[in-house]
């Protein structure tokens, strides 16, 4: 058997996408919409709070096309948290004008692939607020998306050799390096937990900046013989003042 790679768990991730039934918010009374908005927002005020003092993240996505419409993203510490959060949402009344057409379970990953083999990630301070994101801090545009690493014939990942899997990695880090201060990555771990092995989610100021990184990294050995790639979500983030204007009907 080769070498399990040594992760280290951060907090746990979950991304609640969901879709506005638009005919049922114009058909409300204004009266009605403006509970639902007074509900909304509470539970926002309150996450955005508590994303501020690093006690969980959290953020509001507007997302392009028909996949969905909105993304609630969470980063809470136990798995109960992030059950909480989505019920949270599920009991305002702004929820009965929503779906739920995808959503993603994950937790913050860090494997040990290019940490020195002399120091516990765990006591390395720079890792720790890897682990607990400040989501309300990234930059303006979110990509996600699921992803496994190939098991198949001769293109097996999980065969591998620690050794091989380091190298491949290396050469993975040095790629995402140059992206450094236009991309934040954040890799979720979702094994056991949801349908594909890891979660991607990517903050840049400029979405074209996604397109330019994943593009690259196709040709890296890592995604191009090991990846499998699930559906793409892109959007921009909402404030409450920009929730209030995207609902405005
Ligand atoms: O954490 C680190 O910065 C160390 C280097 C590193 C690791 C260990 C790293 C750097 N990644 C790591 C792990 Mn990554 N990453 C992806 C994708 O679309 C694709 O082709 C793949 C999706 C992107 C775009 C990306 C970007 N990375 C991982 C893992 C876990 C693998 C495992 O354990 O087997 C996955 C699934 C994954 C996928 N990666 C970086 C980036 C970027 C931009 C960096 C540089 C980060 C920085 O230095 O700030």
């Not at 979950?14 to 908005?37: C, G, I, S, V």
């Not at 509470?42 to 996450?47: A, F, G, P, Q, S």
């Not at 992030?82 to 860090?110: C, H, N, W």
């Amino acid at each position: 058997m080769a070498e399990p790679t040594l992760t280290i768990e951060g907090w746990y991730a979950l991304h609640d996408f969901r879709t506005m039934n638009w005919a049922a918010w114009k058909a409300a009374t204004p009266q009605e919409r403006e509970a639902a908005l007074l509900d909304l927002f509470d539970y926002t005020k309150t996450l955005r709070t508590r994303d501020q003092a690093r006690t969980s993240g959290f953020g509001v996505y507007k997302i392009a096309g028909h996949k969905a419409d909105l993304l609630f993203v969470h980063f809470v510490p136990t798995l109960p948290d992030a059950i909480d959060m989505e019920v949270g949402l599920d009991k305002t009344r702004f929820a009965q004008f929503m779906s739920k057409p995808y959503s993603y379970l994950s937790i913050v990953e860090l494997s040990n692939y290019l940490s020195k083999p002399d120091l516990a990630p765990e006591q390395d301070p720079e890792l720790l607020p890897r682990l607990h994101p400040e989501i309300g801090a990234m930059a303006d545009y979110i990509c996600f998306y699921p992803m496994n690493k190939r098991r198949m014939g001769d293109e097996n990942w999980y065969m591998l050799k620690m050794e091989q899997r380091v190298q491949l990695m290396r050469s993975h880090g040095m790629i995402g390096r140059k992206y450094a201060g236009k991309v934040t990555q954040i890799i979720t771990g979702s094994m056991g937990l949801d349908d594909w092995e890891w979660g991607v989610t990517l903050y840049s100021a400029d979405p074209l900046t996604f397109k330019k990184l994943v593009y690259e990294m196709r040709f890296d050995e890592v995604s191009a013989r090991y990846g499998e790639f699930g559906s793409f979500y892109v959007g921009q983030v909402m404030d409450d003042t920009a929730i209030s204007a995207y609902l405005r009907v």
